[in-house]
């Protein structure tokens, strides 16, 4: 009971601490042809990006595209105001002057809402609403002020000029993950009217949007959802002049075929079922990314290449652990009949490679695909749906730091199915590491998807999703000193635990044991009192003490999580080649936006190269980027850098005795009893 008692005062003091941190952005300044007065310039000078989603907007404030306008309705122009709820730019294609795209209406609300409708975590909407906005101090959205729900949207944006054209919304979801060009028109995949559905834009008809292709119907969706089938269409390509799509159905995944699309729901044909694909797609809510399933697919040397999610509960290596991607490639023969083959899977089905490519990774649910240079590039997608929901229902991050020690690895593959490490830590399978001089997450271990790829202008680019930003709560956690903290701190971090208990509970005879623990707290002690069991200068009597020991003991976890997060730099990271190999680094801090937390769709047109961002924070944003500044001598090249590299870490010497010389007494009082607790309960 005393354990359960301290997870829950955690679990609150966890989520106050965030109000004792800014989310202050800093912009480096340039010039564009590009409507927008934000900016970012690469540290070499070379990448210049504009955003040119309400360009006369700045960071920290509301965009999403779309301006809502109340009452469940959004339009493309009314006063500026934004959006909030279009979080992610989920998908985006360039097509003439414009950018086609697609947004997710409030993805990491719809996540919650999912985990306590389908896999059982029950809570209460408004507790739930409260607790996040006191952990993001307001920040992270968590619904419009008029209590609507705007659905997503399809759009087109004017490169030139920004203005947005609304070519698709409903009110039961209009939210469209993938998008490819076939014949002409433009399509995307996803769903409208809360179904798995293909879209289809034409823009020789005025942009006319329809939906084409039904992955399911009404009646065995429902059936499927009973089941606990997510049956969604993500997979979307051209092959070999065809038209390509991928669906789940009551029987698993199948893949289709069509070379005339626009005729509608009969004009495809089945090319792969579930059993073609070894039984290999994992298409239930309980499984990796939540069924992920057909996760890419693309056209490379003249065949189909298809990465798959696997990831089941009956095949988990362990408890913190889903079974890693597949890969698998098809080919038509003569007479139309596919034969596909793994490359990446289970060796007793011929694959040449075993799940994830190197049996010591064991972290990433699915693999991302692009091809550059006459190579098929592999990006790393880890599985962080289960571990932030075992975070925010059960305090646990044992599979956080899991993914957090392995973060993702990007492979090639040549043509005759070889393949090397560009950028990871060394293995046993790739003894000398990443041939680009990179450790796994580009050194970074908040880097847990390589989120998107493009092949630009003779270049590879490279974004990712940062785990950083939504860990921002912890984060501040460890990058604040806790044992230094104000009388007046204490006391405002107490109020707010005090209001969140209110919001659980406003009926004292309702009270869970654990929020009857918590007023006790506050009923049983002064604020003073408090301040000195938090700080470990006094423990109460009973059960309700929370000594520095007591806390420490209770998140072991969570010291992990804060080691990593102490080193992180909040904002999706983005990474540039032009051999393959050598990258260049352009972001590492979303674009000067922390909470940007990943780079989510490019867009290549024929003025630069276009950018969607995911932003639970303000909503997605669409920069664009070019590639025509000068580069600069990096730092400490030359004399001049290594005498000012010298003065620096001088300068650095001389603030950290400073600072030592100002925390003596806690410094020797704390170090200690820390260094005792990690040498008996974390290190091994």
């Given at each position: 009971?005393?354990?359960r008692?301290?997870?829950a005062?955690?679990s609150?003091?966890l989520?106050?601490l965030?109000?004792l941190g800014s989310?202050s952005t ?7 042809d590009?409507v ?6 690469s540290p070499n000078?070379v990448?210049n990006?504009?955003k040119i ?7 920290g404030?509301v965009?999403?595209v779309v301006?809502?306008i109340g009452?469940s309705q959004?339009a493309a122009?009314d006063?500026?105001q934004?959006?909030?709820?279009q979080n992610?730019i989920?998908?985006?294609i360039g097509?003439?002057?414009?950018i086609?795209?697609s947004t997710?209406?409030s993805?990491?609300m719809?996540t ?6 389908v896999?059982?975590?029950?809570f209460?909407a408004n507790?739930m609403n409260t607790l996040l906005n ?8 968590v619904g419009v002020?008029?209590g609507?729900k705007p659905?997503?949207v399809?759009?087109k944006?004017n490169i030139k000029?920004a203005?947005?054209t609304?070519l698709m919304?409903?009110p039961k979801g209009c939210q469209?993950?993938?998008?490819t060009e076939y014949a ?14 293909v879209v289809?834009v ?7 949007a329809?939906v084409?292709?039904r992955?399911?119907s009404?009646q065995?969706?429902y059936?499927a959802?009973?089941?606990?089938i997510s049956?969604a269409v993500?997979?979307?390509c051209e092959?070999?002049?065809k038209?390509?799509?991928?669906t789940?159905?009551?029987d698993g995944a199948?893949?289709?075929a069509?070379?005339h ?9 089945v090319i792969a079922?579930?059993?073609d694909l070894?039984d290999?797609?994992?298409y239930?809510?309980?499984?990796s990314?939540?069924?992920?399933s057909?996760?890419?697919?693309v056209?490379f040397?003249?065949k189909?290449?298809?990465?798959i999610?696997?990831?089941r509960?009956e095949n988990?290596?362990d408890?913190?652990?889903m079974?890693?991607f ?6 038509p ?10 490359v990446?899977?289970n060796?007793d089905?011929?694959?040449k ?6 049996p ?17 590039y592999?990006g ?7 571990p932030?929901?075992?975070i925010?229902?059960d305090l ?5 730091n ?11 593959m ?7 490490l560009?950028?990871?830590d060394a ?8 041939k680009?001089?990179?450790?796994s997450?580009?050194?970074r271990?908040?880097n847990?998807?390589?989120w998107r790829?493009a092949?630009y202008n003779?270049?590879l ?6 785990t950083s ?9 460890v990058?604040?000193?806790?044992m230094k903290?104000t ?5 405002s971090l107490f109020?707010?635990i005090q209001s969140?208990l209110?919001?659980?509970a ?7 044991e654990?929020?009857?623990?918590m ?6 002690y ?7 069991m938090a700080?470990g200068e006094?423990e109460?009597?009973g059960?309700?003490?929370m000594s520095?020991?007591?806390l420490?003991?209770?998140v ?19 990474y540039?080649?032009?051999d393959?190999?050598n ?6 801090n979303?674009?000067?936006?922390p ?5 989510r769709?490019?867009?290549v047109?024929?003025?630069g190269?276009?950018?969607g961002?995911?932003?639970p924070?303000?909503?997605?944003q669409?920069?664009m980027?070019t590639?025509?500044?000068e580069?600069v001598e990096?730092e ?7 005498v000012t590299e010298?003065m ?5 010497f001389i603030n950290f005795l400073q600072?030592l010389?100002e ?10 009893r820390?260094?005792?607790?990690v040498?008996?309960?974390i290190?091994?």
């Amino acid at each position: 009971m005393k354990n359960r008692k301290f997870r829950a005062i955690l679990s609150v003091v966890l989520a106050s601490l965030m109000l004792l941190g800014s989310m202050s952005t800093a912009l480096a300044a340039n010039d564009f042809d590009f409507v927008g007065k934000v900016k970012y310039t690469s540290p070499n000078g070379v990448y210049n990006a504009t955003k040119i989603t309400h360009p006369n907007k700045d960071l920290g404030t509301v965009d999403g595209v779309v301006d809502y306008i109340g009452n469940s309705q959004v339009a493309a122009h009314d006063k500026g105001q934004g959006d909030r709820s279009q979080n992610y730019i989920w998908s985006a294609i360039g097509h003439g002057d414009y950018i086609y795209a697609s947004t997710n209406y409030s993805s990491m609300m719809s996540t919650l809402s999912f985990m306590g409708s389908v896999l059982g975590h029950k809570f209460d909407a408004n507790v739930m609403n409260t607790l996040l906005n006191t952990m993001f101090n307001g920040t992270f959205f968590v619904g419009v002020e008029d209590g609507g729900k705007p659905s997503g949207v399809l759009f087109k944006i004017n490169i030139k000029t920004a203005e947005v054209t609304v070519l698709m919304t409903n009110p039961k979801g209009c939210q469209l993950r993938n998008a490819t060009e076939y014949a002409g028109k433009i399509y995307f995949c996803g769903s409208v009217d809360g179904l798995p559905a293909v879209v289809q834009v034409d823009p020789a008809n005025n942009d006319k949007a329809e939906v084409i292709y039904r992955g399911i119907s009404l009646q065995d969706y429902y059936a499927a959802y009973q089941k606990g089938i997510s049956a969604a269409v993500r997979g979307i390509c051209e092959y070999d002049g065809k038209f390509i799509v991928s669906t789940i159905t009551l029987d698993g995944a199948q893949i289709l075929a069509s070379d005339h699309p626009w005729d509608g729901q009969d004009a495809f044909e089945v090319i792969a079922t579930q059993e073609d694909l070894f039984d290999y797609p994992a298409y239930r809510f309980q499984d990796s990314i939540y069924g992920g399933s057909i996760w890419e697919m693309v056209e490379f040397n003249n065949k189909l290449y298809v990465s798959i999610c696997t990831g089941r509960p009956e095949n988990k290596p362990d408890y913190n652990t889903m079974q890693s991607f597949a890969l698998v490639v098809g080919e038509p023969g003569a007479d139309g009949k596919w034969t596909w083959t793994p490359v990446i899977g289970n060796k007793d089905h011929g694959a040449k490679y075993t799940f994830g490519i190197d049996p010591e990774r064991t972290r990433a649910g699915a693999g991302v695909l692009n091809i550059y240079d006459g190579y098929l590039y592999i990006g790393e997608y880890n599985d962080e749906e289960i571990p932030l929901e075992r975070i925010i229902f059960d305090l646990d991050f044992d599979f956080m730091n899991a993914n957090f020690d392995q973060s993702v690895n990007l492979y090639r593959m040549d043509k005759d199915e070889n393949i090397e490490l560009i950028v990871g830590d060394a293995t046993e399978m790739f003894p000398e590491g990443g041939k680009s001089g990179f450790g796994s997450g580009f050194d970074r271990h908040e880097n847990q998807y390589i989120w998107r790829m493009a092949s630009y202008n003779g270049k590879l680019f490279v974004g990712t999703f940062d785990t950083s930003s939504l860990l921002q709560p912890i984060g501040q956690f460890v990058n604040k000193d806790i044992m230094k903290m104000t009388d007046e701190e204490w006391e405002s971090l107490f109020g707010y635990i005090q209001s969140f208990l209110d919001a659980t509970a406003p009926n004292e005879e309702e009270d869970s044991e654990e929020v009857a623990a918590m007023r006790d707290l506050f009923e049983d002690y002064t604020a003073d009192e408090l301040i000195e069991m938090a700080t470990g200068e006094e423990e109460a009597e009973g059960e309700t003490g929370m000594s520095l020991d007591v806390l420490l003991d209770t998140v072991a976890g969570l010291i992990k999580t804060a080691a990593y997060l102490s080193k992180a730099d909040r904002g999706f990271d983005l990474y540039v080649s032009e051999d393959g190999i050598n990258f260049e680094t352009i972001t590492t801090n979303g674009f000067g936006d922390p909470t940007n937390h990943g780079l989510r769709t490019f867009a290549v047109t024929e003025y630069g190269l276009g950018i969607g961002t995911a932003n639970p924070f303000w909503a997605g944003q669409i920069w664009m980027m070019t590639d025509d500044g000068e580069e600069v001598e990096p730092e400490g090249e030359g004399f001049y850098g290594i005498v000012t590299e010298f003065m620096d870490m001088v300068a650095g010497f001389i603030n950290f005795l400073q600072a030592l010389l100002e925390n003596f007494n806690t410094f020797f009082e704390f170090i200690p009893r820390l260094a005792d607790y990690v040498k008996t309960n974390i290190i091994k």
